[in-house]
C-alpha cells in the first residue's frame, strides 16, 4: 500500500515511497522538530526523582535540596593533586537541620569525578548518584559544616574575595529529576 | 669527517672538560666533607622490590637496608631527637606510596635506630601524620578533627587542639613552641602554616603554594618546597623550588632551583650546614615509583640555581653555582650526626 513498482529494465525492482510532504516543511521537521522529539524522548525516560536515599536523609547534620546557580571558574584536571571546590547553591528546601541564608557555598570533593568513587582517606565516607556537576541542576546533598572540620586536603574557593562565612562540606550528593 | 669539525669538537672538549671535571672535583670534596657526619637515614626501592629503610653516611657510602621486608613498604623514616629510635609507617606490599596520602596511611611503627626492636604502634590509618615530639616521649598526630598530642607509652590523647585547616605533613619544633604544616588558610590552599604550641594561635609562613615543610634545628627557620604562580616555564605549570624563612613568614630565601626539575625533600643536617633534597622531572618526587636522586648542597651555597634555568635566572640574577653532589635514589631523607651504627 502506498508504494510505486519502478518496473527497471534489467528487472531489478526498486520500490519508491511517495514524499506527501514537501521538501522545505521536511527540511523544517528535521531541524526543529527532530531535535524537540529527542529532548522529549529522554526526559520522558528519566522518571521524577526527589533524590531521597537512605544515605542522604541519615548521614551529615544537614540536609538540603539546592539549586547548582554557580560554578566559577574551572575545576584544575590534575591528577596528581587532589581537591574539594566550591560552588554556589540556591537554597530550595532545608529537610534536616535549620540553615539560615538562602544561598550556600559547598565543597565538593574531586568534582571531575562521579560521586560514587571519590571517597578516600582524605574525605571519609562520601559519595552519591550524582556524575556530573551542571549548573541549574538540581542536587540533594547531606552536608556537614564547617568544611575544615571535616575534610583533610586542599580547598580551592573562588569565593575568598566576596565569602568569609561558614562553607559546607557535601557528604551525599544526589542528583534530583523533576 | 670535516676538518673544521674535527677541531670544533676537540675544542668544544678542551673547553668543556675542565669545567665538567672541576664540577666532579667539588663535589667529591663536599662528599668527603661529610662522610664522617653521622647517617642519612630514607626509604628506597630494595632488591625485593618493595620500599625498604636504608642508613647510609652522609657521602653515600656504607649502605645498610636496616629492614629488608619483602611483605611491607616502609617510608619517611624520622630519627627521634635523641637519635636513638626512629618512627615511619609501613603498608601492605604493593601498596603505592602517595607522595600526599602517605601520612593518612599504613601502620605507625618505631624502632631503634638501627632498625631493630620494631614496634607497631597502631593500627592501619592510626596515628596519622605522627612526628616525633621534642623530649620523643609523645607523638604529634593530624587527625580529621583535630591536632593530637598522644603518650606513647600510655597510648593516651594528652592534649587536643583545632587543626585550623592543616591537612598534611604536621611537624613540631625542636623548642616545642610551634607546629609547622601545610594546610588551607584565607582562603588559599597549600599554604605552609605555623601555630604555636601553647596558644594555638596561628600564622602564615608561605603565600605561594608550598608544601613539605621541616623545621631547622634553630626552631626559627623552616626549609620547604614552593611553586609560585605565574611561572611561565613548564607550559605555565612551573617549577617546585626549594626555599627556607622564618617561622613568621619573613626572610623568604631560595636554596636551590633548576627549571626541568622539581625539587622536594629538603630537610637540613643537624649543624644546619648542609641541605638535602630531591630533584625529579616528574612533580610529586617521585614516591609513586622509586623514589628521586637525592642530592647534597652546603646552605653556603644558597640560593643556587642549575641548569640554563633562564626565568629563574632572571628572577635571581645573583644566585650562584653551588656545587650539589648525588648521593642515591630515594625518598624523604633525614639527618643525625650520631653515631647509631658501630661500624667494624
Redesign the interface.
Known sequence: MGTLLDIRGNNQRKVVFPNPIPLALSGLLLAGLLPMLVLCLLSCGQKPDSGEDAKVTSMGSYEVTAKLAEIRGEFPDDP????AYLMKYEILQVHRGIIDSNVIYVGHYKPLKPRDGVA???S?EIGGNLKTFRVGDIHRMALEVPI??????????P???EY?GPVHWAVWTNLVIQ | MHTAVRICIILSVLVGTPSLWAQDQAATELLHEVASKGWIAYNARSENGTWDLFLSRPDGSHRLNITNTPDYEEVAPRFSPDNTRILYRRLLQGKPINHDLWGFEGELCISDSDGNNLQVIGKDGEYPWASWSPDGKQILCLTRKAIQIVDLATKKVLREFPRQGIYQQLFWSPDGKWLIGTGNVQGKNWRVVRINAESGELNVVTLTQSCTPDWFPDSVRVIYSTRPENQKSNKGYGWTQLFFADGNGENPQLIYAEEGYHVYGGTVSPDAKYVLFTKFPDDGGGAEGSGAPVYLMRMADAPTIHGESPELRSQYPSAKNGTIAHLFQGWEPCWTYAEIIKEK
Open positions: 596528581l593533586y587532589d581537591y578516600d582517606v582524605r571519609g575544615e572540620d571535616y575534610f583533610l586536603g586542599g580547598i580551592m574557593n569565593y575568598s574575595e568569609s
